[in-house]
């Protein structure tokens, strides 16, 4: 079983990379479209044809129309795209050269300019990134719980293990957001952080030994109740998760600025970034907080006390303080604009010294998954 796990998460590592580049050539199809629009508009109309905005990004081996063909083959694809594919493609023909097809997007999170169209290439990469992150929370969930049954607790007890499961459940909610409101511009910052993710669970299994499984007799007492361990942190790793979507849309926040036109149409504009970044902290935020109320009750059973400024518990009451904050601002104040996307990256910092910096800085009693040699 130990080698059917190790296969299952070296196919996670390979099948994370993909997806990140499939999503990295849908983006640069998205840029490309955008520029040559621009052009357009800058030559009067006179130049309409926009040849990036209906022609295949690059001109790889076989072309990337034969991937958009070869796409269709795959099981499941035909019964969920060809026929919105086919109806779109009939509704633009003849707006192309050269037998290309322009594709309307189809969702206000997708792109400042709702009427930008992507390329077929493009879109078949999109979905190539789509059809990747399935398959990529597909293995990853069949490598957890392979680990499950062969140390015979929940697979994350130390940050080796912990880290693989961040890049779970942060794959899975760009799924959820993907499906719930149909756009697939936060693949690319999703997949590359499941990359950093599964390279710093690699590099903590090397270098500390975490990789090697851990019996469940072998661990540390407080770590021995499974139910509430398994709750609690799974809480917390969850609302990490989320918060990591909220720090790819306040990132885009910035990049377009407070003005009344969007800096970049090939990006979502500033509010459609502003309102994913609400959703995913309106998911976060209540898992944070039960995260934090079962590792309370979890401390008081484990060590006689609820509480004890323990430097992870103080640091994940910041971060849960800091989106307190963001949501009362956000929700009851109604305030927009960069503070709020400073509010979603400062929250995401905290996360991350939550999750990283108490295990590498400041030692505590929450060094059992942390990175002792």
Known sequence: MGVMYLAFFNASVVLAALAALAYFMYTFNQYRVAQDAKNARRRGGKGARARAALQPALATVGG?????????????????????????????????????????????????????????????????????????????????????????????????????????????????????????????????????????????????????????????????????????????????????????CGVIMLVQGDGPQPRYAWLPSGEAADELGYRSVTIGFPLLALGIILGAYWANYAWGHYWSWDPKETTALITWLIYAIYLHARGLRGMRGKTMAWLLIGGFAATLFTYFGVSFIVPGLHSYAGVKS
């Open 64 to 248: 990337p129309l034969a991937v958009a063909r070869a796409l269709r083959l795959v099981p499941g694809y035909v019964a969920n795209q060809s026929a919105q594919m086919s109806a779109t493609v009939q509704r633009v023909r003849g707006v192309g050269q050269g037998g290309a097809v322009a594709v309307p997007m189809r969702s206000e999170f997708e792109v400042a300019d709702g009427a930008l169209p992507i390329s077929e290439a493009g879109a078949a990469f999109g979905r190539l990134g789509t059809i990747l992150s399935w398959l990529l929370a597909f293995t990853l969930a069949v490598a957890l719980l392979m680990r499950t049954l062969i140390t015979g607790h929940a697979p994350w007890t130390n940050m080796y293990e912990a880290s693989i499961a961040l890049a779970e459940f942060l794959t899975i909610a760009y799924i959820y957001f993907e499906i719930r409101y149909k756009t697939r511009t936060l693949g690319l910052g999703a997949s590359v952080m499941a990359v950093i993710l599964m390279a710093s669970a690699v590099w903590v299994g090397a270098a500390f030994n975490q990789a090697e499984p851990v019996q469940f007799q072998k661990i540390m007492p407080a770590l021995q109740d499974n139910p509430i361990l398994t709750i609690h942190v799974s809480m917390m790793i969850v609302s990490y998760a989320f918060f990591i979507v909220g720090f790819i």
